[in-house]
């Protein structure tokens, strides 16, 4: 059963963005170098998210979802009707977490996100 891990919100400038979330919805920020980082939710109550620079394939919000196996997952999607973008990626070094892209069967961007046990 997939859950709902995080959003990401693509940005052209991360500052300005940055700004909106903290002054409009109390959102608090982690850089990640220069032009991402973490939107941690007030209070520790809901989802966080990340600010990225807009590019390539992410051009609107993403809803990024954790899943048991992101090969499963994405075969399931060719089932009915998705695809996935790109190539599964490593968001460590040990490579235990990683993520993709896929569209979904109405063309939307979406995440997966798994973990697996070191290589």
């Known amino acids: 059963m997939a859950k709902a891990e995080h959003f990401e ?32 939710q007030p209070a520790g109550e809901g989802i966080n998210g990340d600010i990225s620079k807009r590019g390539g ?10 899943v048991d196996s992101i090969e499963q997952t994405v075969a399931k999607a060719a089932e ?3 695809a996935q973008v790109g190539e599964i990626g490593y968001l460590d070094e040990e490579q235990t977490q990683r993520w993709v892209y ?6 939307n961007l979406i995440g997966l996100f798994d973990t697996v046990e070191p290589s």
Do not use: N
Request: without cysteine; negative net charge; charged residues 25%.
């Open 57 to 66: 394939d992410f051009q609107h919000p993403v809803i990024v979802f954790t």
């Open 80 to 82: 009915q009707g998705g």
């Open 9 to 40: 919100i693509p940005a052209d400038d991360s500052a300005r963005a940055q700004r909106f979330y903290q002054e409009v919805l109390g959102y608090t920020y982690e850089p990640w170098g220069d032009d991402m980082g973490m939107l941690l």
């Open 102 to 107: 896929l569209r979904d069967s109405e063309g």
